[in-house]
């Protein structure tokens, strides 16, 4: 999980746009499994959370994410104020 801060007039759309920016990207590595992109527009702040089959995977990508994380940040005018790492242990996916 990525999040981001900044002051963006859209962040919605912005989140939206970055997410499809990313998305062929993402769906090429072996390994992924989706991605997520919440929103807080009264705070500013954007979290983007992908999902990956295992750790083997997550570790391979670590450093190509980080670098396309940065340079999602830097075009979309906002900062990276963190970056974390989860094992799902429980998921209810409703449709």
């Known amino acids: 999980m990525s999040k981001f801060k900044g002051e963006i007039e859209d962040l919605p759309g912005t989140a939206r746009m970055a997410s499809e920016a990313m ?10 499994r989706g991605l997520i992109a919440l929103v807080d527009e009264a705070s500013g702040s954007a979290c983007f ?6 750790e ?3 570790v391979k990508t670590r450093v190509s994410r980080s670098t396309l994380r940065d ?15 989860f094992v799902v242990a429980y998921s209810d996916v409703v449709e």
Not at 23 to 32: E, K, N, R, S, T
Not at 71 to 85: D, K, L, N, Y
């Open 71 to 85: 340079q999602m940040a830097a075009t979309a005018g906002a900062e990276v104020v963190g970056s974390e790492e």
């Open 49 to 54: 959370v992908t999902f990956w089959e295992n």
């Open 23 to 32: 998305l062929d990207w993402l769906q090429q590595i072996d390994g992924y």
């Open 56 to 58: 083997e995977a997550v």
